[in-house]
């Protein structure tokens, strides 16, 4: 790197600093617009400041050091954030599926993708905690899948619109499903998978311990994001479908730990 590169980086890192004190809070894409950069310099530059301790990285962005994410953004806010991955991400989770499988889904924008996609799947019986994605089969029109049976698990509605606490847990613990899909706030080698709602993550534990397959969807914008709370290791992860940007870094990190990884082509 030369002297110039340096440089810029420097002030780049100054600047970013300086937008996080303001904001209590910065996105990549957004400082991708602002400086004038690549998505990926963005990301180094967000990785050397962590390493620095200068801020913490969080779901496609940055928060001030030593916060760890408890804000859940709405779903309006989140359906609009990377489209063209969680479409690919949707299509490939969904040819995992079977006509007349039981079939968990945990609430979230990904997995409300790939509920769109299996909405024509014959014959399902669906259990999810999601008041978004219950609507999803249940407003199906032509094309929907025949006999589906969709089961809402009940409990406290969050800002995403998911069910979680109690009721839910039990009713979820009292199921069987051939294969779950779950999406996650964030992924990382060391916290595995986590969520900004304590309810949620039990919740979501509750699931993975019903499930027969365990199926992760994920853009690459989770990767090294970190929610309050765990509710899995990567090793208990089956499947975990995401993205073709992810870096082959992450990928083989993943492979590691992960059953098995599925890289969707997004298409443009």
Known sequence: MTDNAQLLARQRRAMILEWLRQRGGVR?????????????????????????????KVHGGAVPAGAPSSQEPGFEAKSSWQLSAKEAIARAAADLVRPGMAVGLGAGTTTHAVARELASVDGLTVVTNSLRIAEVFEQSGPGAGVGTTVLRTGGIRTPSDALVGPLADQAIRSLHVNVLFLGCHGISAEAGLTSPNLAEAE???????????????????????????????????????????????????AAERVGEVIVAESVN
């Open 28 to 56: 990549v894409n957004e400082l991708t617009r602002e400086l004038g950069v690549s998505d990926m310099t963005i990301r180094r530059d967000l990785d050397a400041l962590a390493r620095q301790g200068l801020l913490d």
């Open 203 to 253: 919740t979501n534990r509750a699931f993975i311990g019903s499930a027969r397959r365990v199926v992760v969807v994920a853009d690459t914008t989770k990767w090294d994001a970190v929610g309050l709370a765990t509710f899995a290791t990567l090793d208990q992860v089956d499947v975990l479908v995401t993205d073709d940007g992810l870096s082959a870094e992450r990928r083989t990190a």
